[in-house]
């Protein structure tokens, strides 16, 4: 398939790819929308960021606007879980935007935000349902959502919703929903629980599975920057002085360490916010769509508030701290080189990251190259690691930095040198 012309879909649909100036469809939207509009149920092996919103998007909106019903109060036509309200909120948008001109009624309801607005407008039926599971099945428990009009249900990221507690509230929902529906389970892992999920919930799916299990998208240069602990604000701000590095994502292990990290670069006059749990929902929006139209040069996040969001333009991740989790490591990166960009991601690893590295270097199967050159670089001796493949020529000697910044931390007191604050 070269073009979305040859899928069979509805014109304004066409017409709305054109607008967003997609043209040739990624891997998962070819495998997966020929099968979708003959009705079939999926399990997607897919990460954010391959285009997988879409895939299950277009061939759910052409078929609501090619058998147009009425929803009736309560109802909706097509309910997509998914586990954060970001991703909610962008679900929700995707669809709106693919499906504009069609007049279809979308809803997005998530928690921390007041139900009420959700509730008037589910009294009057929707034909796409967005939702987190939380707030979902507390609406359920009121009696403000019926299933019987369901013709298509999808649930995203099953593996992060696994990881973040929500197994049983999905089955919850799931033993509501009508037996004669279409399925689609997405997830970029296939832990043994999914696995057994997707074997109950969907019949005779087709498996389509656009990259291999936690690998890291190819066009992401990697790159670990050895550092002491103290040292990881002095190196953020190096690294932020290249005027030509726009749209940094910023990821820290904790919700106070993002804090931390935004209140430093605010002293050095570097505009940054960040998102997460404990920010409200009003302010996490902000900070996000001011970073999305180019106007925050900088978003810290921690890794829940910033799973699968959708952000193009980020040139550069920046691992603050290394994820205890692995797989988090893939989720990070994964936020750029979206839709065919190239990306930059730096890891800063102190000593005591030694066997979190260690860990994301097993589950992404390769070492990631150690940048020696920049102006921090320096650890504790057991962290020294073999320079890469054609920097062999001691280029850690050569670093005028090293032992001056050895230097310094072990004579000045901690209380009066700079950067302490980024202390956990
Ligand atoms: P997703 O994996 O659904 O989060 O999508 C990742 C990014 O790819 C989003 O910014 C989409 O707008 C973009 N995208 C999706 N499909 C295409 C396509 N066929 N051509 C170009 N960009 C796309």
């Known amino acids: 398939m070269q073009n979305f012309n040859s899928l069979?879909?509805?014109?304004?649909?066409?017409?709305?790819?054109?607008?967003?100036?997609?043209?040739?469809?990624?891997?998962?939207?070819?495998?997966?929308?020929?099968?979708?509009?003959?009705?079939?149920?999926l399990l997607g092996i897919a990460q954010t960021g391959t285009g997988k919103t879409a895939a299950f998007s277009l061939p759910i909106i052409n078929r609501l606007a090619k058998n147009k019903v009425k929803p009736r109060p309560a109802r909706m036509r097509c309910l997509i879980l998914t586990p954060t309200r970001e991703l909610a909120s962008q679900i929700e948008q995707s669809v709106k935007e693919y499906g504009k001109g069609l007049?279809?009624?979308?809803?997005?309801?998530?928690?921390?935000?007041?139900?009420?607005?959700?509730?008037?407008?589910?009294?009057?039926?929707?034909?796409?349902?967005?939702?987190?599971?939380?707030?979902?099945?507390?609406?359920?428990?009121?009696?403000?959502?019926?299933?019987?009009?369901?013709?298509?249900?999808?649930?995203?990221?099953?593996?992060?919703?696994?990881?973040?507690?929500?197994?049983?509230?999905i089955k919850k929902v799931v033993a509501k929903l009508p037996k004669n529906k279409q399925t689609l389970?997405?997830?970029?892992?296939?832990?043994?629980?999914?696995?057994?999920?997707?074997?109950?919930?969907?019949?005779?799916?087709?498996?389509?599975?656009?990259?291999?299990?936690?690998?890291?998208?190819?066009?992401?240069?990697?790159?670990?920057?050895?550092?002491?602990?103290?040292?990881?604000?002095?190196?953020?701000?190096?690294?932020?002085?290249?005027?030509?590095?726009?749209?940094?994502?910023?990821?820290?292990?904790?919700?106070?360490?993002?804090?931390?990290?935004?209140?430093?670069?605010?002293?050095?006059?570097?505009?940054?916010?960040?998102?997460?749990g404990n920010k409200s929902q009003a302010a996490r929006e902000a900070a996000l769509c001011t970073f999305k139209r180019g106007r925050l040069r900088v978003l810290v996040a921690t890794d829940i508030a910033a799973r699968g969001i959708d952000i193009p333009h980020v040139s550069h991740i920046i691992n603050y701290d290394i994820p205890s989790d692995p797989k988090s490591y893939v989720h990070r990166i994964g936020r750029t080189a979206r839709a065919g960009r190239e990306g930059i991601a730096i890891s800063f690893?102190?000593?005591?990251?030694?066997?979190?590295?260690?860990?994301?270097?097993?589950?992404?199967?390769?070492?990631?190259?150690?940048?020696?050159?920049?102006?921090?670089?320096?650890?504790?001796?057991?962290?020294?690691?073999?320079?890469?493949l054609g920097a062999q020529d001691g280029t850690n000697k050569k670093n005028p930095y090293q032992n001056r910044n050895r230097k310094r931390i072990s004579k000045t007191p901690r209380h009066k040198r700079r950067g302490n604050s980024e202390r956990k």
Not at 11 to 37: D, F, N, R, S, W
Not at 150 to 163: K, N, S
Not at 359 to 374: F, G, M
């Open 185 to 276: 389970l997405f997830s970029a892992t296939m832990p043994k629980d999914i696995a057994t999920l997707a074997g109950k919930m969907l019949n005779n799916p087709v498996r389509v599975e656009v990259t291999p299990e936690s690998t890291t998208v190819e066009k992401i240069e990697q790159k670990v920057n050895l550092v002491e602990k103290a040292n990881k604000p002095l190196l953020l701000k190096s690294i932020l002085k290249d005027k030509e590095i726009k749209s940094v994502l910023v990821f820290t292990r904790t919700k106070y360490g993002a804090d931390r990290v935004v209140r430093h670069l605010e002293r050095e006059n570097i505009l940054a916010a960040a998102i997460h």
């Open 8 to 41: 069979d879909l509805h014109p304004v649909i066409l017409g709305a790819l054109e607008k967003k100036g997609y043209i040739t469809p990624t891997p998962i939207q070819a495998q997966a929308i020929p099968h979708l509009m003959e009705g079939k149920d």
């Open 349 to 388: 690893c102190d000593s005591s990251e030694e066997t979190a590295l260690k860990n994301v270097e097993k589950c992404i199967k390769s070492q990631i190259e150690v940048d020696t050159t920049h102006a921090y670089h320096g650890v504790a001796p057991q962290m020294v690691r073999l320079p890469p």
């Open 103 to 169: 007049a279809l009624k979308t809803l997005v309801v998530f928690g921390g935000v007041p139900s009420k607005p959700q509730i008037q407008t589910m009294a009057k039926g929707v034909d796409v349902l967005v939702a987190t599971p939380g707030r979902l099945l507390d609406l359920m428990a009121e009696g403000h959502i019926l299933f019987n009009q369901l013709e298509v249900f999808v649930l995203d990221e099953a593996d992060r919703m696994l990881d973040m507690g929500f197994i049983n509230d």
